[in-house]
């Protein structure tokens, strides 16, 4: 596996002070599917609530989901160096071996005095070595490390009864697991929640229905941000299921098009891509990077949350709609004063809307 350099990003933008959302929208007095919805077409920009979004599609659209549940993936852990460390477990190897991150007692950023060798006390008794930096073993700065259990652990289990959420310092208080999970999570196995889904309701889901826009899943384990760090995204685990393809494939033929909720689910799509007209049945591990210089093939639109400045996420968005229609966008948001990160605000990205479609738009 290779770490594939990116493309320079979209011109620097500066997020306002007090843009971060700190709660979830229900503490703010909002449902979920009541936040800002950012509709950036060619044509302009339209401002909805995320409820409006079957409003907004067509009769013969699919949307695809990612329906990976969010794990309590950050312990509290004992290292020589420090007693009250912290550690975000961000996915798990075939190998057995755990790819972490190991924080300061603070949680402002990543520790810095990782070494190969080094042993973590883990809750409950157990303990793991560092074995190499991750992705690229051999170096002497890494932001994830491979460590190897001591035992036979089964990680979603362990974190299940040691783990919390994972907790940014944007965020005004530790929310409840509950808080991080989409209506329609089903495999645990994230280790940061899926967010360009949250917003969706059953409500929505029913409308999305009515429409006659068609619902399809797959599976991405999303590993550790980590928001103090700009860099590519590392390999995760994936499956597209064979049905989850072959609506792809009918709704290409059709002409619908293929909404996908979150770089997740693009990211998943596009490694599966046959072409772009279809894609297979995949499971596996994916270290795909999309950006300008390897745009979408089957993903014609795309639900997102807002992402920081630099972010390689941005690079993604662009690979689906375009550097102008992106900027666009963030700039919209800049100037409406939208809420960003996982309990934010909305961005629809249509770089073909359809004459359906409200008028507006």
């Not at 060619?42 to 949307?63: I, T």
């Not at 509950?178 to 280790?191: I, K, R, W």
């Not at 995949?282 to 993903?299: H, Q, Y």
Request: contains cysteine; charged residues 25%.
């Amino acid at each position: 596996m290779t770490t594939k350099a990116l493309t320079p990003p979209m011109e620097q933008f500066v997020v306002p002070p007090g843009s971060h959302a700190a709660e979830p929208p229900e503490q703010r007095g909002l449902q979920r599917d009541e936040v800002r919805l950012l509709v950036t077409t060619p044509r302009g920009v339209v401002h909805r609530q995320f409820r409006d979004l079957p409003d907004l599609l067509a009769e013969g659209d699919l949307v695809v989901v990612n329906t990976s549940a969010t794990l309590p993936a950050a312990l509290r852990v004992v290292r020589a160096s420090d007693s009250r460390a912290r550690m975000h477990v961000a996915g798990q190897r075939d190998d057995g071996s755990w790819v972490v991150e190991l924080r300061s007692s603070d949680n402002r950023g990543p520790a810095d005095d990782v070494a190969v060798g080094e042993r973590v006390a883990l809750p409950g008794g157990a303990r793991l070595c560092v074995r190499s930096s991750y992705p690229l073993p051999g170096q002497r700065k890494s932001r994830l490390w491979l460590a190897t259990p001591d035992r036979t652990i089964d990680r979603v289990s362990f974190l299940h009864e040691h783990g919390e959420p994972i907790r940014y310092g944007y965020l005004s208080s530790s929310w409840p697991l509950t808080a991080l999970q989409t209506v329609y999570a089903d495999e645990p196995g994230s280790a940061e929640m899926p967010s360009a889904g949250r917003p969706f309701t059953d409500r929505v889901l029913i409308r999305l229905m009515v429409r006659g826009v068609t619902v399809a899943p797959l599976v991405l384990h999303t590993g550790v941000s980590s928001p103090e760090k700009h860099e590519p995204p590392v390999a995760e685990w994936l499956h597209v299921p064979s049905a989850t393809a072959r609506l792809v494939k009918q709704t290409k033929e059709a002409g619908g098009r293929v909404v996908a909720v979150g770089t997740t689910v693009v990211r998943a799509l596009e490694s599966a891509a046959d072409s772009a007209e279809s894609i297979r049945a995949t499971e596996g591990w994916t270290d795909l990077v999309l950006s300008p210089n390897r745009p979408a093939m089957v993903v014609d639109a795309l639900i997102t949350g807002l992402h920081e400045p630099e972010s390689s996420h941005l690079q993604l968005l662009e690979a689906v709609a375009g550097r102008a229609l992106v900027r666009a966008g963030y700039a919209a948001a800049l100037r409406e004063g939208y809420l960003w990160h996982e309990f934010g605000d909305s961005m629809l990205l249509l770089p073909s809307p359809k004459v359906t479609a409200p008028r507006e738009i």
